[in-house]
């Protein structure tokens, strides 16, 4: 339990001294309706460790929570495993106050700190497979480039068997809890994917070969500590959110569908519906229908991840799309989802270009489109209602071969 203003024991001597944000809910455009924290961690060792810091205006906090097991200044070492401000924010000062012996980083991230801060304080650069005798534990240092930014790496405590994981296998959920035991597993899988979805995805192909890897750097595991959100302990959990990020990476098809749209004069919401019967009526049974104003584009990201099928609708507005649907495609198309089939629809006045510029956003995104899509002037009519429920129809079966293929 993390108690007010203290450190919190994760195993005899590492210590989780971060921070919880109750109150943010938009996280660089990335909706965190649970809150986040910055987790930061001290190993007491001979050589006392601190492991990344916090966003800064949580110093206070982090610094709070060391003092109620070590003063600064007995901290010889910080490790930065990744320099974004969530965890790099408080680094200037918590080095003016510790004044440590070494501050470790990657090489990137030896330039990305002094890119951030014009730091006149000295980093010691290492790469992979190097080690820092602690006194008892040794670290050794993995660079997991663009996992997610050029200077992540993440960070093995032998004597401890303790990963520390930067940005990966994280989640923005505050609590007061620090172990993912004490969470729910519906709220862990849905954070821990939305995470994926929003942060990770675009390089989901190296988290391939990261996995890939782990077995030869014949690590044992028994503690996994990321950055943001609860810590998972033992061979259950550690499997559980191994196994997430593997099918997760992999993105097979599915037999789930996701409608996306956003309507005027719910001329395209009539579309949307009647597309959405079309993929029940070809057997699909997992369709999640989502207006966009009542969800957000990181919310639309998390159950892209787990779809086969993107079918979106837009009306022409001033001839465009709408402007949330042009928000959400932009933001989907630079996650890079992988293994999509879909169609676009939409109505329009007089110009009617939104059903064109979806299917070049369709196929930016990486989305195979089942056919050219189509639009409705004005008002659909029951004909026109019809060939949005063929369309839901045909997108269906082909999601159903897609997946059959995929398997067989
Ligand atoms: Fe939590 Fe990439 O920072």
């Known amino acids: ?78 490790i930065s495993n990744h320099a974004e401000m969530d965890h790099s924010g408080a680094l200037p000062e918590t080095i003016e106050r510790v004044k440590p012996e070494k501050v470790f980083a990657s090489t990137m991230g030896g330039k990305a700190l002094k890119a951030h801060f014009g730091n006149d304080f000295e980093i010691e650069t290492v790469k992979t497979g190097e080690t820092l005798s602690i006194g008892k534990n040794t670290l050794t240092f993995v660079e997991t480039r663009l996992l997610h930014w050029p200077d992540s790496m993440i960070t093995y405590v032998d004597g401890a068997k303790t990963l520390f994981t930067q940005d990966g296998f994280g989640m923005h959920l505050a609590g007061s809890n620090l172990f993912a035991d004490d ?55 550690i499997s559980w959110i191994l196994g997430l990020y593997r099918k997760w990476a992999e993105q097979p098809p599915t037999k789930k569908a996701v409608v996306v749209y956003d309507t005027m004069w719910q001329s395209t919401e009539k579309m949307a519906r009647a597309v959405a019967g079309g993929l029940s009526d070809a057997g699909i049974t997992d369709i999640e229908v989502v207006h966009l104003g009542a969800r957000d584009r990181s919310s639309l990201a998390t159950l892209v991840l787990n779809a086969g099928a993107l079918l979106v609708g837009s009306p022409t507005i001033n001839n465009n799309i709408f402007p949330r649907v042009a928000d959400s495609m932009t933001y989907l198309r630079g996650l890079r989802p992988n293994n999509l089939i879909g169609a676009a629809f ?35 009519n029951e004909e026109d209602l019809n060939k949005c429920h063929a369309m839901g129809v045909e997108v269906g079966k082909a999601l159903l071969e897609k997946v059959n293929n995929w398997n067989s």
């Open 1 to 78: 339990m993390k108690e007010y203003m203290k450190a919190d024991k994760v195993t005899d001597n590492i210590y989780w001294v971060g921070a919880v944000d109750w109150a943010i809910r938009d996280f660089h455009g990335y909706t965190t309706e649970r809150g986040t924290t910055y987790n930061a961690f001290l190993i007491m060792d001979e050589k006392i460790t601190l492991i990344d810091t916090v966003k800064g205006p949580f110093r206070d906090e982090m610094f709070a929570r060391i003092e109620s097991i070590t003063p600064l200044d007995s901290i010889d070492y910080i």
């Open 183 to 237: 969470y729910s597993e519906e709220i862990l899988e849905w954070e821990a994917r939305k995470y994926y979805a929003n942060i990770l995805m675009p390089y989901s192909t190296k988290i391939t070969q990261l996995l890939d890897s782990l077995p030869g750097l014949n690590l044992d595991i028994e503690y996994m500590l990321p950055d943001h959100g609860p810590v998972w302990k033992g061979e259950k959990n």
């Open 346 to 380: 939409g109505s329009y006045g007089w110009s009617g270009e939104a059903v064109k510029q979806l299917n070049e956003y369709l196929t930016a995104t990486g989305v195979e489109l089942v056919n050219e899509g189509f639009r409705v002037q004005y008002v659909p």
